[in-house]
Each structure stands twice: as structure tokens, then as C-alpha cells.
């Protein structure tokens, strides 16, 4: 029997049904929505308040240094990927994620309990600091597993759409995030939201953790572990393997994710919210509004997500990508002019129509990635590429916008290093052969160590 059949059943004959679907689904998108969350309210916490509250003291430019502590996040993700990989592709993709989960949450909750510069000095922005470490740790383990999770579940003619079920984590928690924090500059409105309003949503964390937990509990393991350890066909050692035989791939891999990642970090890495209610820059709007907008567009981009993991079910992944690609290019050059009219219902327009090519170049990337790597080291395949795409795309794109803004005065800078990143995904996208069905189990190694790059007979 091939690594999944048709017929619904599992690599080691068991029947995959519906109801295990189902749960599979619903775990990896509270899951991932959870995780992301708590990733995210640190993003937004930054663009409004941290840089007053943990860097003004340090008497540099507080802004550049706060944005500069969610890049650090990022530097951490491949030591996350890389343990998660080995650990995955040992141990199982289930044991990674109720790990990573509670490693993020912890952090998250700790955050909200951390006293501020002004009462423990220089301490606070260390452990402020080493506890985004361990965040970024944690979000470079967790999405390997999610979407493996989900995919190797899947049916064969529906990957896209089951790899769209992790994916959608990053609007949800985004629009978790942006919709819990607006509630809170309302409750604790002006100098409340600075004394203690913004720790709510980091302490509510813990309760989302639990929910998080008890789901995936109730999960079973992938069914291409569960054959590669009734084989005992696990690699010794999967990192060593995948860069020995899949270096390149791993790059290219990365750079897809890297176009869509930069992009997207506009808002998911505070740069937006900061930019428009900074009340010294050319906008100066309230904060709740720009939260409100931001939350709206995390709802188009959880949509487009969902559309692109259907759509690549029928007209394969590469395909998909290459609209995707066109789309976030023309949201691209669409942002800026609209979030600068300094209207508010223009700045929603703006990030909405810029989410349907970051959904259009996310909604696949789960099959795709998946379908990339052999049985035996996917699990580090597929985490390691997406870590290295986080630190080349999203990880400094706040910092460098930022920068471009304070040095040129304008934001046709930034329009064009969003713009750069974008072609870099869609080169990187023609690049790599479309393997939209490709046997996933471990009976087809073989077929799946042929390169998929262009011109590569072997990687």
C-alpha cells in the first residue's frame, strides 16, 4: 500500500475517517491560531508601546530598538526548526506540538507578568528580550508539525486544502490578536493602556494555552510516522541527511517563503499599527481604528488562505503561487498610497486587498513544502526551510521599513523592498516542479528524493 491510499486508509492499513479528519483540522487550526497569538500581540505590543515602556530609557532611537527585538525572534526559529526537526522526524510530529505550545505560552504569559524599565532598569529589556527568544524558538518548531500533522491525514486530491488548515493560524491569531488589544485601548483608554491594559492579552494566554493542550491531546499521531516507526525506517540522523542531500532545495524552499514573509510582516510584526498611530508621524491615527482595520484584513487574508488551498487542489501549487505572486505585487504598490491618505477606511483597503496575495502565497505552502521533502527527514525539511524563510523575509522587514522611512522621509522606499521580495518568491516559485499528488509514505522514498528544482536530476 502507498504511502496514503485512496481509499481513506492510513499507511499501516487502519481506516483514516472523516471524524479523525475532522479532528486533525480542528486541532491544528486552534493550535497554530494559539501559538501565533501569542507571537503576534508581542509584534503589537512593540509598534505601541514597548519601545516607551522597555527601550525610551536606553536614550537611542526606542522604536528601532523595540522592532528590532521581533527580528530577534527570528534569529532563534532555525534552533527551534532544527530541534523540532530531529526530535520530529525521531519521536513523532505530536510530541513537537504539545511541546512548542507550552514553551510559547509560558513565555507569552511571562511577558504580561514582566515588571518595566522603570522599575527594574536594564533587567527588563534583557529578560524581555530572552523571553521573545523563546518565543521564536517555539514558532520555529511548531508549524512544521501543524502542517505535517495535517497533510500526511489528508486525501491525496486534497492536501491543499487540509495544508490551508494550519496556514489559517496566522490570520486567526492576527485578528486575535489586533481584536483583543483594540478591546483593551478601550477599556483602559490614553496612559491605562501603557500602566497596565497591554498586559491582559499576554496574561489571557494562559487560558488559550489550555484550550490548546486539551485539543491536542486528543489527536493521533501522523500516519507516515506512525509506518516509518513501525519500520523502523527513521533516519539516524535527518538534519545531517537533508543538508547532505537537499541543500539547495532548502534555499530555494526558503526564498518562496521569504517573498511572502516580508510582506506579511507589515503587519503581523507591528510595523502598520506603529507607522499609523505614531502621534509624530505624517498620520497620527487612534489606536483602536488602526487595530479594528488590521483585524478586518486578517479576516480577507484567513479567506484568501482558504481559497488558495482549494484552488491548488485543482490547478496545482505552482500555478497557485504564480497568481499569488501577481496579486501581492499589485497590493505592494497599493499599500502606501492608501494607508497615507490617513483615512481609516482607506488603511482597511489597503491591507485588504494586500491580503489576497499574502493568502494566494501562503494557502499552498503547506502541500507544497510537504510534497518537497522524502518520508524520512520531511519533518526537518519542511521546518528548517520555513525558519530560514522567516530570517530572510519577516524577520527585519519592520526594522528595515522603518529605517527607510526615518532615513529617506518617505515610504516609496519600503513600497520598493516589498516589491523586491516578492519577485524574489516568484523566482524562487519557477524554480521548482509542481508535485501536486506525489506519494507521501515511506514506500515511495525513491520518487521523493528526485529534485524537483529545474535542471536537477538528483538533489
Known amino acids: 500500500m502507498s504511502g496514503q491510499s485512496q481509499a481513506g486508509f492510513t499507511p499501516t492499513g487502519t481506516i483514516a475517517t472523516a471524524a479523525d479528519r475532522r479532528r486533525v483540522v480542528f486541532a491544528t487550526v486552534v493550535g497554530t491560531t494559539v501559538e501565533w497569538y501569542d507571537f503576534f500581540i508581542y509584534a503589537t505590543a512593540v509598534g505601541l508601546v514597548f519601545g516607551q515602556l522597555f527601550f525610551e530609557p536606553l536614550g537611542a532611537d526606542s522604536a528601532l530598538i523595540a522592532f528590532a527585538t521581533v527580528g530577534v525572534s527570528f534569529l532563534f526559529r532555525p534552533l527551534g526548526a532544527f530541534l523540532a526537526g530531529h526530535i520530529g522526524d525521531k519521536l513523532g510530529r505530536k510530541t513537537v506540538l504539545m511541546w512548542t505550545l507550552i514553551l510559547m505560552g509560558a513565555a507569552t504569559a511571562l511577558i504580561g507578568l514582566l515588571p518595566t524599565y522603570q522599575t527594574i532598569g536594564i533587567t527588563a529589556p534583557i529578560l524581555l528580550v530572552l523571553l521573545r527568544i523563546i518565543q521564536g524558538i517555539s514558532a520555529g518548531g511548531e508549524w512544521g508539525g501543524a502542517v505535517l500533522m495535517a497533510v500526511e491525514h489528508a486525501p491525496r486530491k486534497k492536501r491543499g486544502i487540509f495544508g490551508a488548515s494550519p496556514q489559517i493560524g496566522v490570520p486567526l491569531g492576527l485578528l486575535l490578536a489586533s481584536g483583543v488589544m483594540a478591546l483593551m485601548t478601550a477599556i483602559a483608554p490614553g ?78 510584526g507591528g510595523y502598520i499599527q506603529g507607522y499609523a498611530t505614531n502621534p509624530e508621524g505624517p498620520i497620527g491615527l487612534e489606536r483602536g481604528p488602526v487595530l479594528l482595520a488590521v483585524a478586518g484584513s486578517a479576516v480577507t487574508w484567513l479567506l484568501a488562505t482558504l481559497l488558495a488551498g482549494w484552488i491548488c487542489d485543482r490547478i496545482g501549487r505552482r500555478t497557485t503561487y504564480i497568481i499569488g505572486w501577481v496579486l501581492q505585487l499589485v497590493g505592494v504598490f497599493t499599500l ?59 524577520a527585519f522587514a519592520p526594522l528595515i521599513a522603518a529605517a527607510i522611512v526615518k532615513e529617506t522621509g518617505s515610504t516609496q522606499g519600503v513600497t520598493v523592498y516589498l516589491a523586491g521580495m516578492t519577485v524574489l518568491g516568484l523566482v524562487a516559485t519557477l524554480l521548482l516542479r509542481d508535485r501536486s499528488g506525489i506519494p507521501l509514505g515511506p514506500d515511495h522514498e525513491e520518487e521523493q528524493s528526485v529534485s524537483p528544482i529545474h535542471g536537477l536530476a538528483k538533489a
Open 191 to 268: 496612559d491605562q493602556f501603557a500602566a497596565w491594559g497591554w498586559r491582559v492579552p499576554f496574561l489571557l494566554s494562559v487560558v488559550l494555552i489550555l484550550v490548546g493542550y486539551y485539543v491536542r491531546r486528543k489527536v493521533e499521531e501522523s500516519p507516515v510516522f506512525t509506518e516509518l516507526a513501525a519500520r523502523k525506517e527513521k533516519a539516524r540522523m535527518p538534519i545531517v541527511q537533508l543538508f547532505r542531500k537537499h541543500a539547495l532545495l532548502v534555499i530555494i524552499a526558503a526564498l518562496v517563503f521569504a517573498g511572502n514573509n516580508a510582506v506579511g510582516y507589515m503587519t503581523t
Open 336 to 394: 502606501f498610497p492608501l494607508v497615507n491618505t490617513g483615512e481609516i477606511g482607506l488603511l482597511f483597503a489597503g491591507l485588504a486587498i494586500l491580503t489576497l496575495g499574502l493568502g494566494f502565497t501562503y494557502g499552498p505552502q503547506a502541500a507544497l513544502y510537504t510534497e518537497l521533502f522524502p518520508a524520512s527527514i520531511r519533518f526537518s525539511g519542511v521546518s528548517i526551510s520555513y525558519a530560514i524563510g522567516a530570517i530572510a523575509g519577516g
